[in-house]
């Protein structure tokens, strides 16, 4: 986006523009530009202000209400941080005893808002003029917050202040490289962050309090010494690493913390239904290795472990609390004789049957109750599951939900409802 075009979105026009329009439609689009060009707006703010109306319209789901009045790149929307958990993030350097912090590539500033909003001042730092007038525009009602354009390598040391903690939201795309929907190419290796992860180490290392957001898909052997990992999961998917210096860390080591939208509430709920949270430690239930389940400990409860239980190797906690025993070490698939309250940990299901898992057996199984839709769940099978359900050639109008395991050697479909 042109950087002329970004500051007139800014203007009174600009905002009187923008709050014109109606909830964002696509099949709209092309009358609404029409009829605003007709109105004698440029087609570079025209086009400029449905895009933002587009991406507002995305970003509900993570920001709520507030997104309305921010603006975003889509890029840096996907990578941004949702409203409940930059609310985490701020909580830990509240916690830390930091005032300031500075966030060290900041986009379009989604964790410079959360850490404002509560309290602490925030120096937001983005290496793209464009996106850093976007953020700049987002912390415009913070008064002790600002935005300062430039590469982190070439700020820090001028930026750095006694007591100020640091927190890096690296960029984990590669400029130029567009994925098969056009969107720049997402990397996940630690040596392609920008800014680098050497920098980001040694900044943090000297800072009082420090935090990185990092790909879930990080290595637990490349956590720092003396660090926290926490693996963060929201409504049932892992969004983010977060890597914890100094007076940030809780408890050294791997952390699950699973986020969870409350019932009555939904993922674009925003600020107003605050959700439910719970921490997971590896100091508790890293030690708890219960026996491989076997054919003898199959019980009639089937439990699937949160995924940052999984990603962060906590799945003990569930099976502390179960007293069941997993399938493959690791996977987060946990059979128990007994139903107990799992809260957050993960989901319950009553196994009404099991099923070896060959092609023609499970037809049979499936034609034999008329069943026309089939949700099939995995981790550790090696099998493409739309491929199976095709080859089913489901007819019927019932519904079922099979588990794919492995027990004692053999591949079984455990029949499952939800509880």
């Given at each position: ?180 929907r056009g969107r720049t190419k997402r990397t996940f290796s630690l040596a392609a962050l920008t800014p680098t992860w050497d920098l980001i180490q040694h900044v943090a290392a ?107 190797g906590l799945v003990g906690a569930l099976l502390d609390a179960t007293g069941g025993h997993e399938f493959t070490p690791g996977h987060g698939y946990v059979t128990a004789d ?51 359900r095709r080859s089913l050639k489901l007819k019927g109008s019932n519904a079922l939900t099979v588990v794919l395991v492995t027990l004692d050697g053999e591949r079984l479909a ?6």
């Open positions: 986006m042109d950087a002329s075009v970004v500051h007139e979105l800014f203007t009174d026009d600009g905002r009187a523009l923008l709050a014109s329009l109606p909830p964002y439609e696509e099949k709209n689009v092309v009358m609404l530009t029409t009829r605003l060009r007709a109105a004698g707006h440029s087609p570079e703010l025209v086009a400029a202000a449905l895009t933002q109306s587009r991406l507002q319209a995305r970003a509900v789901d993570k920001f709520g209400d507030a997104a309305a009045a921010m603006f975003f790149t889509p890029d840096a929307l996907e990578q941004a941080t949702r409203a409940p958990i930059a609310r985490l993030h701020a909580q830990r350097f509240l916690d830390a005893g930091a005032s300031l912090v500075i966030d060290g590539g900041c986009g379009i500033g989604s964790d410079a808002v959360g850490l404002a909003r509560a309290g602490l001042d925030v120096i937001g730092v983005e290496a793209d003029p464009e996106t850093a007038a976007l953020a700049a525009q987002n912390l415009a009602s913070f008064p002790g917050s600002r935005v300062v354009t430039g590469r982190v390598e070439d700020v820090a040391a001028s930026l750095d202040q006694a007591g100020a903690a640091w927190w890096f939201d690296p960029a984990r795309r590669t400029p130029g490289v567009a994925d098969i000297a800072a009082p309090a420090a935090g990185a957001k990092l790909s879930p898909s990080l290595a637990h052997h490349d956590v720092p010494s003396g660090c926290e990992v926490e693996f963060v999961s929201y409504a049932g998917d892992v969004v983010e690493a977060s890597v914890w210096w100094g007076a940030a860390v809780r408890d050294v080591g791997r952390t699950a913390t699973i986020v969870r939208p409350r019932p009555g509430g939904s993922r674009s709920s925003g600020d107003r239904v605050p959700p439910d949270v719970l921490h997971v430690i590896e100091a508790d239930f890293n030690g708890i290795d219960a026996a491989p389940a076997s054919r003898a400990s199959l019980g009639p409860y089937f439990y699937e472990a949160d995924k940052a239980l999984t990603r962060s007994a139903l107990v309250d799992i809260g957050l940990l993960g989901r319950a299901y009553r196994v009404l049957d099991s099923v070896p898992l060959h092609e023609k057996t499970l037809r049979a199984y499936l034609r034999e109750r008329a069943v026309g839709r089939l949700t099939i769940k995995k981790r550790d099978v090696d099998v493409d599951a739309d491929a199976l455990l029949v499952v409802e939800p509880l």
